[in-house]
């Protein structure tokens, strides 16, 4: 499986972006799927997932409330719609890709990885 995610940019403090992350290869709806964040000098972290038929979906507590994860099997594409946004959000964004069912808050789950995609937001 191969991830291409994008959608990052430069967006002030209370605005809003839609990251997406497009799979190719194997089927995306035999994964579940994640999405990390890693800013400047801190180890990459978990922001938010979602289940295979996209039915489950869970959060970081920093990002609940204000980050919506979804996915459209038939595009095999996933987002991350973010809205409300912080600086203290600013970071490279990645995808994920798991055939595990368990454990899916730790990256080291994850079997396949997007590039990322930069976000910035200013204050």
């Known amino acids: 499986v191969q991830l291409q995610a994008s959608g990052g940019g430069l967006v002030q403090a209370g605005g809003s972006l839609r990251l997406s992350c497009a799979a190719s290869g194997r089927t995306s709806n035999s994964y579940r799927m994640g999405w990390f964040r890693q800013a400047p000098g801190k180890e990459r972290e978990f922001a938010a997932r979602?289940?295979?038929?996209?039915?489950?979906?869970a959060y970081a507590d920093s990002v609940k409330g204000r980050f919506t994860i979804s996915r459209d099997n038939a595009k095999n594409t996933v987002y991350l719609q973010m809205n409300s946004l912080k600086p203290e959000d600013t970071a490279v964004y990645y995808c994920?890709?798991?055939?595990?069912?368990?454990?899916?808050?730790?990256?080291?789950?994850?079997?396949?990885w997007g590039q990322g995609t930069q976000v910035t937001v200013s204050s």
């Open positions: 979602i289940s295979r038929s996209g039915g489950l979906t």
């Open positions: 994920a890709a798991a055939l595990a069912s368990a454990g899916l808050g730790s990256a080291r789950v994850y079997d396949y």
